[in-house]
């Protein structure tokens, strides 16, 4: 199937470990996205990579690092985890960062809590 | 500057009624208007996307939006609600070339029978 993938689906995890959250686009996209959904449904963009390069970057603690090895890999390594991380991450691509019309598929979510 | 508001975080309706969710943007040069929807435990899923080519854009699952400009409007709206319409709406505008997608703060749509 075509998609935006993430791994994993739920990640449950301590306050002050590390984490990883995976994704991957099948689509051929040239940019892709991070996005944060808080507990009150709003959604808010964190990164955004086209061909590899950061071309968003918003207000977000030094403690989340994206990595993006290649175009269809985008993964949100996230370092000292707080209670405020918990949230589900949305990964989305779509196929041209100047292209203001494009649609963006979202993968289907990491729900991320910490205890 | 681009923002996107939502009236109503949650609308209820019948089945087979009306559904009118609202949706009032903010931006400096003219927008991209964008519907998307998200069912329980699922990613978004577009359901509509305004380009600046018709006024009136269909998208899908019956659903339509009319762009205002005068009213800064977008509105989406679906003639007969089925339940399985009951979802989270979201709106979001990009402004110009940019390329940040900023979304609303979402409506809740509940359908009863």
């Known amino acids: 199937d075509t998609a935006v993938s993430q791994t994993p689906k739920y990640l449950v995890t301590q306050m002050g470990n590390d984490k990883s959250i995976k994704c991957e686009q099948n689509?051929?996209?040239?940019?892709m996205y991070w996005y944060k959904q808080d507990s009150k449904k709003f959604l808010k963009i964190m990164f955004s990579y086209n061909n590899k390069e950061l071309i968003i970057n918003e207000t977000v603690p030094n403690r989340f690092s994206p990595k993006s090895p290649d175009k269809a890999h985008l993964n949100l390594h996230i370092n000292s985890l707080e209670l405020g991380d918990s949230a589900v991450y949305f990964c989305a691509s779509s196929p041209s960062g100047s292209g203001v019309w494009n649609e963006q598929f979202f993968g289907p979510g990491t729900r991320l809590t910490v205890l | 500057a681009q923002s996107v508001t939502q009236l109503g975080s949650h609308v209820s309706v019948s089945e087979g009624a009306l559904v009118l969710l609202r949706c009032n943007y903010s931006s400096s040069v003219p927008p991209y208007l964008f519907w998307y929807v998200q069912y329980p435990n699922q990613g978004l899923q577009l359901l509509l996307k305004y380009t600046s080519a018709a006024t009136l854009v269909k998208g899908i699952n019956g659903f339509e939006a009319e762009f205002k400009k005068s009213e800064t409007s977008f509105h989406l709206t679906k003639p007969s609600a089925h339940m399985s319409d009951a979802a989270e709406y979201f709106c979001a505008v990009r402004a110009g070339t940019a390329s940040k997608l900023t979304f609303g703060t979402g409506t809740r749509l509940q359908v009863t029978l």
């Open positions: 689509l051929g996209h040239d940019t």
